[in-house]
């Protein structure tokens, strides 16, 4: 079984991430942490490369952080760290590409306008991925 882990910069990583490695872990699975830095290309060209930077530094330490979750728990993990406007599409790519089983992946739980206007990474992913997704509140 593979089992790819969407982890979140701007959430806390723990609870996706410790479902995860529990579960791969239990089945001898393996484990790919994928975190997405998500760039705005209009904030990109106000900030010149500072913003991009800083979002991927935040991505990069949220990955370690997951990493350093598995390690503790016995379970080795590769990592990939994308940057990008489309979190939902590098999920999916990646799915795709790992020949992933599971995605296992959180949720802000956003309603109302938040949702309308962010849209639901997690919503795209379920309606997209070639596997099944596993979504953790």
């Known amino acids: 079984m593979k089992i790819l882990v969407a982890v ?27 975190s997405v830095a998500e760039t705005v290309e209009d904030m990109e060209s106000l900030f010149v490369g500072e913003y991009t930077e800083w979002i991927k530094k935040r991505a990069s330490q949220a990955l370690d952080a997951a990493q350093a979750m598995a390690k503790a728990a016995g379970v080795p993990a590769t990592v990939l760290l994308e940057a990008g406007a489309s979190p939902a599409e590098f999920i999916v790519d990646a799915a795709e590409s790992t020949k992933a089983d599971l995605v296992v992946m959180g949720t802000r739980g956003k309603k109302g306008v938040g949702r309308l206007l962010l849209g639901s990474v997690a919503g795209k992913v379920v309606s997209l991925a070639p596997c099944s997704v596993m979504v953790v509140r």
């Open 8 to 34: 979140d910069p701007s959430d806390s990583v723990h609870l996706p991430v410790s479902r995860a490695v529990a579960m791969a872990k239990q089945e001898g699975a393996s484990l790919t942490l994928l």
